[in-house]
């Protein structure tokens, strides 16, 4: 998956990666994985990996440093989400399920309560797996704020599953540190990125096949 795509309306991928090799530390990491993280499309593999190279290659930061704070601004960042969707998405979605159209859509407010009391039940591992798969790791903390899902499991799932995302992509730069040379880092990243999508597309298959299954197989509950 070439990186460049996804950051073609918004910036220069490649210029990108030159400033954060020049000046990459601790806080730009930060600031990079809260924007990655939060609603603005931004690639983490032009952040963690070329992080967790240089921690290897000049030891101006270290490994473990980098993944522990990649994942604390990929927390800040998912809360952003989650509370712009608590406060600005849920009236927006109670407001539509009340309207004329909503009913048109065999959507009611009973119906959005029953979703948001679902999701507050079994969100837990949609939410860690959420943030191992690409494209979804951004929009998985939307419907979590929507159902108000409680605060701490959301922390400590979006957490956890940040911290494997994070771990992984770390443990891909520190290879790279040590098999290649800087001057083809990104072309490295960019091949090896496509294998980490073709694994989160099949992740996500899986999800979805189980959902369906669940879907299917469940019994509704006898009334007296």
Same mark, same amino acid.
């Given at each position: 998956?070439?990186?460049?795509?996804?950051?073609?309306?918004?910036?220069?991928?490649?210029?990108?990666?030159?400033?954060?090799?020049?000046?990459?530390?601790?806080?730009?990491?930060?600031?990079?994985?809260?924007?990655?993280?939060?609603? !603005? $499309?931004?690639?983490?593999? +032009?952040?963690?990996? =070329? %992080?967790?190279?240089?921690?290897?290659?000049? /030891?101006?930061?270290?490994?473990?440093?980098?993944?522990?704070?990649?994942?604390?601004?990929?927390?800040?960042?998912?809360?952003?989400?989650?509370?712009?969707?608590?406060?600005?998405?849920?009236?927006?979605?109670?407001?539509?399920?009340?309207?004329?159209?909503?009913?048109?859509?065999?959507?009611?407010?009973?119906?959005?309560?029953?979703?948001?009391?679902?999701?507050?039940?079994?969100?837990?591992?949609?939410?860690?797996?959420?943030?191992? !798969? $690409?494209?979804?790791?951004? +929009?998985?903390?939307? =419907? %979590?704020?929507?159902?108000?899902?409680?605060? /701490?499991?959301?922390?400590?799932?979006?957490?956890?599953?940040?911290?494997?995302?994070?771990?992984?992509?770390?443990?891909?730069?520190?290879?790279?540190?040590?098999?290649?040379?800087?001057?083809?880092?990104?072309?490295?990243?960019?091949?090896?990125?496509?294998?980490?999508?073709?694994?989160?597309?099949?992740?996500?298959?899986?999800?979805?096949?189980?959902?369906?299954?669940?879907?299917?197989?469940?019994?509704?509950?006898?009334?007296?």
């Amino acid at each position: 998956m070439d990186l460049t795509i996804p950051c073609a309306l918004f910036f220069d991928a490649k210029e990108f990666f030159q400033f954060f090799i020049e000046n990459a530390n601790y806080w730009w990491v930060l600031l990079f994985m809260i924007i990655e993280s939060s609603f !603005i $499309p931004f690639p983490s593999e +032009l952040v963690v990996p =070329p %992080a967790a190279y240089l921690a290897v290659t000049k /030891g101006d930061m270290n490994l473990f440093g980098v993944i522990a704070v990649a994942t604390v601004g990929a927390l800040i960042g998912a809360l952003v989400n989650y509370y712009l969707s608590m406060w600005i998405g849920r009236p927006i979605v109670y407001k539509f399920a009340n309207s004329r159209m909503g009913h048109m859509c065999l959507i009611n407010e009973a119906k959005v309560e029953h979703a948001e009391k679902y999701f507050d039940q079994h969100g837990a591992i949609s939410t860690f797996l959420g943030r191992l !798969i $690409p494209a979804v790791r951004q +929009l998985i903390s939307i =419907p %979590a704020g929507l159902a108000r899902m409680n605060l /701490g499991t959301f922390c400590i799932f979006t957490s956890l599953g940040a911290l494997v995302w994070n771990a992984v992509l770390g443990g891909l730069g520190y290879w790279l540190g040590k098999t290649v040379s800087l001057d083809v880092l990104m072309e490295k990243i960019e091949e090896y990125n496509a294998y980490l999508s073709y694994a989160g597309l099949a992740l996500l298959v899986g999800i979805v096949a189980f959902m369906i299954y669940r879907w299917f197989s469940h019994k509704p509950e006898k009334k007296n």
